[in-house]
């Protein structure tokens, strides 16, 4: 993905994945919205999901070929240590940091950091997060083949119910569109190998209604701050989930 100009409407947005289907789990929806609104997404997925129960390392790649498409996005694979193999080494948050320097986001996602669940998520979450401060920083060695880049802010999704912060206050972003539901549905229908034994699309939808409902709309998805988000005034913070 070529790198881009950092203006609020054409910067990309730069998505992490352990495996393929993470992505599109978790945040299918969010980045549906973002792409059919005009912003680029690149998708970084860090194995093949070889030790996976279903599914073939061919298979499951060609799958998140066919999802990335369906959400408008552009896909590149990276091996670290393989499927279920992930371990926390700054070597990796390196290579993170490159492809951060490289596409020049706006905002990059990243699965939750809670431990309780597939432990490549986790390790990924924290990796993505050291990635995030290396890209900035001016003199480090390995970088310098690439100018500094410093993200505006990273949020974490939640794949799984079970990966959702109870500690942090979510961002909601309103996924309902129908337009935007069939993209996200798409993508993750394209991970057929997957629901063999779980329906996990029936899962995700579920829960994005839930989300919605809480708040009043159709259906929606969470995403988790690593920082505090800052804004320019109060007419941005015009509506919460309560209704008072």
């Known amino acids: 993905m070529k790198p881009s100009s950092n203006s609020p409407t054409s910067a990309p947005l ?4 352990a495996h393929p289907d993470d992505i599109e789990f978790g945040a299918g929806g969010i980045i549906a919205r973002e792409t059919q609104a005009g912003r680029p997404a690149h ?3 860090c194995s093949r999901g070889e030790s996976g129960t279903n599914g073939t390392p061919a298979q499951r790649s060609r799958e998140a070929e066919a999802a990335a498409k369906a959400l408008g996005a552009t ?3 990276i091996e670290l240590d393989g499927d279920s193999h992930l371990e926390l080494r700054n070597a990796h948050a390196l290579v993170l940091a490159t492809i951060i320097r490289t596409v020049r986001p706006a905002m990059v996602l990243a699965p939750t950091t809670v431990p309780n669940q597939h432990p490549d998520h986790w390790r990924l979450g924290h990796l993505v997060r050291d990635a995030t401060r290396l ?3 001016g003199n480090v060695a390995e970088l310098k083949q690439q100018t500094p880049h410093a993200v505006g802010q ?3 999704y939640a794949a799984s119910p079970s990966a959702e912060p109870t500690d942090i206050t979510a961002v909601v972003i309103d996924i309902s569109p129908p337009a935007v539901m069939a ?4 993508s993750m229908e394209a991970h057929a190998s997957q629901l063999r034994t779980r329906n996990y699309v029936e899962l995700q ?3 994005a209604r839930m989300h919605g409902l809480n708040v009043g709309v159709a259906h929606a998805q969470l995403l988790y701050p690593n920082d505090p988000l800052v804004f320019h005034s109060l007419a941005d913070l015009s509506r919460g989930t309560r209704r008072f």
């Open 205 to 207: 939808l579920t829960r």
């Open 154 to 156: 990273l949020f974490f």
């Open 43 to 45: 998708f970084v997925v």
């Open 75 to 77: 896909l590149q694979f």
């Open 135 to 137: 890209a900035r920083y």
């Open 14 to 17: 730069l998505v992490f994945g």
């Open 183 to 186: 993209a996200w549905k798409a």
